[in-house]
């Protein structure tokens, strides 16, 4: 298990900006693939981006999400980061991270990740 601590989260006006940080302690950081999911009041928690381990060269985003959203990661800090602009009232939700060493699906994140324990956004209208 990789233990995660999200940061970052708060209350925003539509249309503003928020970053979200997820840092770890564990020195192999650099060998996981990391991805933000994010869950609202009533719904299942869904995929929001991912970046692959090394040096990120990898990333994917959810179609709800693109162009608005960056994934990045810094190994040096051990942290990952979710670059969130264009904010709308339906982004609101508690938003995590997770590591895997080697995901095939989003769904491996589920299954055999390790989770941060959440940060909430909430976005005003």
């Known amino acids: 298990q990789v233990p995660l601590v999200e940061s970052g989260g708060g209350l925003v006006q539509a249309g503003g900006s928020l970053r979200l940080s997820c840092v770890t302690s564990v020195r192999t950081f650099s060998s996981y693939d990391m991805g933000w999911f994010r869950q609202a009041p009533g719904k299942e928690r869904e995929f929001v981006a991912t970046?692959?381990?090394?040096?990120?060269?990898?990333?994917t985003y959810a179609d709800s999400v693109k162009g608005r959203f960056t994934i990045s990661r810094d190994n040096a800090k051990n942290t990952v980061y979710l670059q969130m602009n264009s904010l709308k009232p339906e982004d609101t939700a508690v938003y995590y991270c997770?590591?895997?060493?080697?995901?095939?699906?989003?769904?491996?994140?589920?299954?055999?990740?390790?989770w941060g324990q959440g940060t909430q956004v909430t976005v005003s209208s």
């Open positions: 997770a590591a895997h060493p080697d995901p095939t699906t989003y769904e491996d994140y589920e299954r055999l990740g390790s």
């Open positions: 970046i692959s381990r090394g040096r990120g060269i990898s990333t």
